[in-house]
């Protein structure tokens, strides 16, 4: 089990499709242009560590021509694709880095880090959030998603029956048994971390490619927010916090303080299911506590984090994430 079967596994099978399909994925841009205050990010530079074929990225930096994109990956195959998709869409603010994420030596460079899916697969996941943190300025913010250890319990049971049987019949390449896999599994829904933002409309995602990278990637791990947290900590980072939420068909953001925002995207008392009686209770809660009791009642299968390099950070995101009204 190494990042070099990781690497393996997405030159086969690259990820989320081996071909740049007839659309972009846009759930990233969503979110990206809800935390961050849009009049500052002109200019600015982004990174995103494990970027895969690009969809995500690409789909990000097409609603922000003046903000400069570096896309950092391991995998050429996966890049390759990338590079169609900047043709294509004739895109002039993306740069591409072939490297792994601890290999990435530009510190200093960037005003935010993103990541989506991909520390969860590092054989050292605190790498990438030290690679993150070093690629900052001193006013730099980072936003990472991961696997949420409530939610994807019954998904990691499933890959972990399958990794035990694939490599009891054969150690040489048993995260490319993907006929075992068809055996043992369920398809991965389109929807598993939200809505359908993720799906080509002409099913131009590689099913195939999705189920692999669920349940046949030789590195997966998943968290709980504390664990995030201290991911984050120990890497540099002065201020945490959870700003997004994902189960199958939901994704809701996480304003810092629960009632703060009456809007349908944001997670709100009626989700949780918290009586009047109790609201005064979880209010009175560290913040610590509110997140755990949310995790355990809304049973995530990812979560959206952002740490903050220093205090004048803040001034990148919206009020919502800072505590604000």
């Known amino acids: 089990m190494s990042i070099s079967d990781v690497k393996s596994m997405y030159t086969q099978y690259p990820y989320p499709s081996a071909s740049i399909g007839d659309n972009l994925i846009y ?28 969809h995500r990225l690409i789909g990000l ?24 998709l900047i043709a294509h869409h004739n895109l002039q603010n993306v740069k591409l880095v ?8 530009e510190k ?8 989506t899916g991909v520390f969860h697969h590092m054989e050292n996941p605190l790498n990438g959030f030290q690679a ?9 913010v980072a936003l990472i998603w991961l696997y949420h250890a409530i939610g994807e319990y019954n998904r990691l049971k499933e890959r972990e029956i399958l990794q035990i049987f694939a490599r009891s019949i054969s150690k040489e390449k048993y995260f490319l048994n993907v006929d075992l896999m068809d055996q043992l599994c369920n398809q991965l829904s389109r929807n598993q971390y939200g809505s359908d933002t993720a799906s080509h409309s002409d099913e131009s995602v590689d099913q195939i490619a999705v189920d692999v990278d669920a349940f046949l990637n030789p590195i997966v791990n998943a968290y709980h927010y504390y664990e995030i947290a201290d991911f984050f900590r120990l ?27 009456n809007d349908n995207l ?39 984090s952002i740490g903050f390099k220093s205090a004048q950070a803040l001034s990148l995101v919206n009020g919502w994430v800072r505590g604000e009204a």
């Open 266 to 304: 944001f997670l709100q008392f009626t989700d949780l299911n918290i009586s009047d009686e109790l609201k005064a209770v979880f209010c009175s809660m560290s913040y610590s506590q509110q997140i755990r009791v949310i995790e355990l009642l809304w049973k995530p299968n990812g979560v959206s």
């Open 235 to 261: 890497a540099g980072f002065q201020r945490v916090r959870c700003c997004g939420l994902n189960r199958e068909k939901q994704s809701k953001l996480l304003a810092d303080q629960l009632s703060r925002v």
């Open 27 to 54: 759930d990233l841009a969503g979110i990206f242009g809800l935390i961050f205050n849009d009049d500052l990010l002109n200019g600015k530079k982004v990174v995103d560590f494990g970027c895969g074929t690009g």
């Open 98 to 105: 072939n490297n792994t994420i601890e290999g990435f030596n």
């Open 108 to 115: 200093g460079q960037y005003d935010i880090a993103i990541s």
């Open 132 to 140: 993150a943190y070093h690629s900052l300025n001193e006013n730099g």
């Open 61 to 84: 930096a097409s609603f922000y021509p003046e903000t400069q994109f570096v896309g950092v990956d391991m995998t050429e195959n996966s890049l390759d694709v990338a590079k169609k």
